[in-house]
Each structure stands twice: as C-alpha cells, then as structure tokens.
C-alpha cells in the first residue's frame, strides 16, 4: 500500500519521496513494534486522510499547495540501503522523507547527505537526547555519532521537548553546546515564541528535520517505544511544523511509532498529519 499522498508513479517526476526503514535493531525499548510504523503509517493514510464521496475516493487537501506537490512513495528499504538511497534522492534534487523504524535510522539518513551539504543544521525533536557517547550505534546515541560527520553544525542545531536526559547526556548538552528547549524550561505550548528561538539558532544554512513521535505526551500519541509523560501537545507538534517548513528544510524523518501499543492508530494518524502539514507549508 503507498502513502495516501503518493500522486506520481516514478521518482523522476516528483518532488518529494517517501522512503520506509522497518527497521528497529538500533532500540534498546522494552516495547517493540517500531519496524511495523512505515506499513501502518501508510494504511492510516489511506484510512483516515482520504474521504469517499459520489463513487470517488478523495484525499483531504489541507492547503492549496498540495494540490500542486508530486510525492513518490518508493517503498521499504533495508537500514544497510539508507545512505545510498538518500544519496540518491539528493543527487536527483528530491527531498526525502523517511519512515522508521527505530531513531538508529537516522545516523544512516544524515550519511546519505555528506556529498551535498558542507554545513547542515538538525532539529530534533525528542523526550530524550540521544546524546549517549558511551555506547555507540544505537537509539540512544544518536546524536553523538552524527556530531562526528564535519558537515553536522551543533552550534546551529538544537533538540526540542526532551524531558528524560541521562545525566552523561546532560553533560554533552553542555559541553558540546547543544541547545535543548525544554518543557519544563520553555514554554512550547508558546509557538511563535519558540519558533523565533529555532529561526534565530539555525539561521540561514540548510536544516534536517528527525522527529521522534514521543515528543508528543502519550495522552496524544500513545503508541510509541518509549512514552514519556510531560510532552508537547499534538497541535503544539503541527503548529512548529507548520512554522519550521518555511525555513530551508531538505530533509524529515519520523521515528518510534510503534503500532502493538498505540490506541485506534492516534499515533500513526498524527504521524500522518505531520507530514501533511509539514508539506502544505514547506517552501
């Protein structure tokens, strides 16, 4: 099944595609499911952002301008394939977005880029870090092996919404001067507010989106890998969406949706409407 959005049938013709990694080797979570996200992500698409009317099957338009986008939905690969795939997507000047699988994923995306982009920014929304550097290759390390990559700019970047740091984590924040906005420090909930603090950090260079879906309280987003209370709200997480498209986005992931213990597919369903709203908006 493709993406609800996918509207062009080869990835020459469109301007977005749309990768799926099912794959969750890199979590360490005591739940598991994260590798079945980019399939169930796909069927709600199809389920909950599509409507039927006069003997016609219709997606919702939430802007004009994704009546104008080309998305290709160019299937699942496996985690080895990333970096070449991305390599790819860039070299053909498409912008790619990824579905996890677990946030390991992402250190294989931001490979992918090392050919196309002398200085590149991230946003990383998250409950946690990811700034272990004791243990590598993994979830939770994230953050420390992509700082290796010399295009990675960390005074440029920043995390938002972590609210359950390891205290070694705590530690490379401050000594790498990563810049965490967090809940209980900032007030996200104010959007434009915490979008001036994200446009004045990253300034003018290109930015990657990853997004880890437990970001999100579990009140609005249950069925993650590793759910922590005191989150963002959903409309919080669209409305900084919406905000971050209009800078030099070129890339976006979506992480840790994980399908066994989510609630009538609420989290798979927000993943959705992120990335809808993320393209209504994007430049």
Known sequence: MKFAYNNVSKLSSAQYVLLGVPDERGSHAMRK???????????????????????????????????????????????????????????KNKFPIILGGDHSITVEILRGFQHHFKRLAFIYFDAHP?????????YGSVVCDISDFPYIDLSRSLEIGVREPEAEELRALRTRHLFSINPYHYPIQDVEKTFSIIKKRVGGIPVYISLDMDVVDPAFAPGVSTPVPGGISSITLLSLLRRIATLRIVGFDIVEVCPTYDIQNMTSHL?????????????
């Open 130 to 138: 990811d700034f272990v550097c004791s243990t590598r290759k993994y």
């Open 271 to 283: 993943a959705v409407k992120s990335i809808v709203e993320f393209l209504g908006t994007a430049k």
């Open 33 to 91: 499911g994260s590798s079945l996200a980019p399939t169930r992500i796909r069927r709600v698409s199809c389920l909950r952002s599509t409507f039927y009317r006069q003997k016609k099957t219709s997606i919702v338009q939430s802007s004009d301008k994704l009546l104008k986008m080309s998305l290709f939905d160019a299937g699942n690969i496996k985690k080895s394939e990333v970096s070449s795939k991305v390599d790819l997507i860039l070299r």
